[in-house]
């Protein structure tokens, strides 16, 4: 198996295409990286920007170059020494405009005898046999039973059934007497047109999270799995791709049967999966190389934490509260039973049909279900692999709700049998449970320190140790070498130098408080909790243009869901924190009070930025590093961390540094970029410096604020917390014990021997790249 020392991942669309990634190789093989990393290929839903809505999986998607630009792409990588890392997706396939995708197409045509039935999770019980489509709007809805639904109409031309933009199939024979009428007609086919809201209650296919125009597969068919594979299979055999990035595994009914099907059928080949752990939560024992790398961006951005803010950030956010959106755990309980409650109610009730068709009889079963996935610590078992989790929730459950505590005792015994239908669906939807709750409302409203709001993340675990830190990373050398790491991806809610902006905060908690309180007193917000999320957001994206933030404040506030919400649009609040945003462009007083904490923060988050990338680049696992974020990106949540890379500025700017350009700290993060490739490089042309972990620690009165490790003749050490350093005076005797031998610094030349005062290790940059001569 060939195996990466680094990917560099691509974002691919019809205006970034396979062509278009051709034409980066020879930049991404000067840079070091190893892997060309591409988003989704195959053919998705028309205008997709992303990927992640396949129609048909048996071919590569012609808007992005389609199979002869995959060829080109891997022809050129190859050429070029990289390999090629494709991200794929099993658990799930784009419905929104039916046509497109044969499959589905097929279902809404012929129901139950559709060839392709099977291919989908479907419970056409729970339907009377009907296939549920929830697109109906409000002023469409019939006002009694049988009136005409409006909007629909048959077009006997093309054969179809229309509703407004919307095209379905009619049944055979469903509409041969031109004089029915549309209802008439609908009334015969094999799906029924539902109002939108019966996605959350009453959805009869199993979907991704709470998106009703992505239905779920099911890959557990031999048949399915091999059908939906044949065009990515290719791949591998001719030779076009070299390993698989597998697209949220917990939403397969049996993610390890699957991989080890993968692992036969590829011969091997290197696979991660986007599996999301908790903090301490081991992957299962599956056919793959490890995870895209969530859990290590999380250990890089704890240790950078000064642990002594905790308890005043804590005052400072339930003083803006004054309710239990500052308790983590409690916030989170409530956002999990909102969506248990709401948007993903339907996923429950199946889950309880599956109980009661198999002659059990639980009275409330369906709100004991809700408070057991309220309680899950993490996204889901694997049983019996996590039976403890299950046993913890059920108990925890229990605490919450006594009144339900029998009706809790018969679920969970039904869940902990793996093999009743009732348990593995139930291990389908608690990572979607997790993902809705979690990471797309309780982090919008939870605003202590929003660095650590980061898929994956717990915010409540504030910071770790050294002894922490370097734990985790000799566990990952011993158990995962060859997982990938991360810092930003497609879906960071914050990019890494954002992050490492905000991360000064922790080191700045007063004064926070006190910039908080002047521009709330400028530019007042009523969610004044929310209002430390977006302000902690313009910090760490500035210099951002007015629109950008405009649109992250509307994105973010309607995601939190606490006032506004993308149904229930409150335009009042929203007018509010659109005018705060201004504010940060127009208002004299805001403007200053703004510029004065970044001048505070802009230096430390550039340190901060530093280490935390040559931490990831050189400690154990695959760093991948995402499109631009060799330079300064401060970008935030989608759609905003997917705009178009400017390709040209990073081309020009690694030329520079490789004719021996020394770029200073500033705006231009031409620093960045020189450890970047210093380090890929690195891992590249000298693999077995890279197979130990040896933790450095220094001496002296500074001690704290150093993060070194050995990798086996390759170095990194760092500044921790710089803000704390300054204060305390600098270095003064600090010193580092370097082992034998000559050490040169792969960022200045300079080359160090023996026993090294840490000032002089950290004299020009607050990061160091150590090659062992």
Known sequence: MRTPTSTYRLQLNSEFTLDDAAARVPYLAKLGADWVYLSPILQARSGSTHGYDVVDPTKVDESRGGREGLERLSRAAHDAGLGVLVDIVPNHMGIEIPRENPWWWDVLEHGQESTYEKYFDIDWQAGDGKLLIPVIGDDDMPAHPGDPIGGMWIDRGVGVLRYHDNEYPLAPGSADNEADDARSIHDRQHYRLVHWRLGDWALNYRRFFTITTLAGIRVEDEQVWDDAHAEILSWVRDGLVDGLRIDHPDGLRDPEGYLARLREKTDGAYVTVEKILHFGEDLPDWSTEGTTGYDALGEYERIMIDPAAEQVLDDTTSALSHTDVDDWPTLVHSMKRFVTDGPLHAEIQWVAREIARSGTEIDQAADALSEIAANFGVYRTYLPTGQEQLDRAARNAVDWRGDLADAIEQVHAVLANREHPASIRFQQITGMVMAKAVEDRSFYRYSRLT??????????????????????????????????????????????????????????????????????????????????????????????????????????????????????????????????????????????????????????????????????????????????????????????????????????ALDAVIGGARPDIDDTGAVKLMLTTAALRLRKHFPKRFMQYLPWTATGPAAEHVIAFDRGGVAFVGVRRPVGLERGGGWHDTKLELPEGTWVDQLTGRKFTGRVAVAALLEELPVVILLRN
């Open 451 to 652: 660095s650590l709001n980061e898929v994956g993340g717990d915010p409540s675990l504030f910071a770790i140790s050294h002894d922490k830190f370097h734990e985790l990373q000799q566990r990952r050398l011993e158990w995962w070498p060859a997982a990938q790491t991360a810092l930003t991806t497609h879906d960071t809610k914050r990019s890494e130098d954002v992050r490492a902006r905000i991360d000064v905060l922790s080191e700045l908690p007063e004064e926070w408080h006190d910039t908080l309180e002047e521009l709330l007193h400028i530019s007042p917000i009523r969610n004044r909790s929310f209002a430390n999320l977006l302000w902690q957001a313009i910090v760490g994206a500035w210099p951002a243009r007015r629109e950008r933030l405009h649109d992250y404040a509307l994105k973010a506030a309607r995601e939190a869901g606490d006032i506004t919400t993308w149904t229930e649009i409150d335009e009042e609040y929203e007018a509010e924190l659109l005018a705060a945003v201004d504010t940060a462009f127009d208002h004299p007083a805001a403007v200053a009070v703004l510029n004065n904490f970044l001048d505070r923060v802009k230096q430390p988050g550039w340190s901060n930025s530093l280490v935390i990338k040559g931490m990831q680049l050189l400690a154990p696992g695959v760093p991948d590093v995402y499109q631009g974020t060799e330079l300064w990106s401060h970008t935030l949540v989608d759609p905003d961390n997917r705009r178009p890379v400017r390709w040209l500025t990073r081309e020009t």
